[in-house]
């Protein structure tokens, strides 16, 4: 019985991650309109920095929009 929540809420946690990430905005986050998401920038939204690392591909520090697009 305890798996199955742990499931459930799984589940819940993966669905509102999904919502959040459809409403996230490169270009709001994009502060000081560089093109780019800077770390910085990215930790207004915890569920963006949380993914910094993964999607910048380049490693270059900052998030391109393509990359971005990944989220």
Known sequence: M???HV???TIGM???ALV???EVDFALL???NDGLVS???AKQVPAVAEAF???DSNRDGALSAKE???F
């Open 2 to 4: 305890q798996l199955k």
């Open 7 to 9: 499931f459930v809420l």
């Open 14 to 16: 993966f669905t509102s």
């Open 20 to 22: 959040l990430a459809s």
């Open 30 to 32: 994009d502060a000081n």
């Open 39 to 41: 770390m910085s920038e």
């Open 53 to 55: 690392r993964r999607l």
């Open 68 to 70: 971005f697009s990944h």
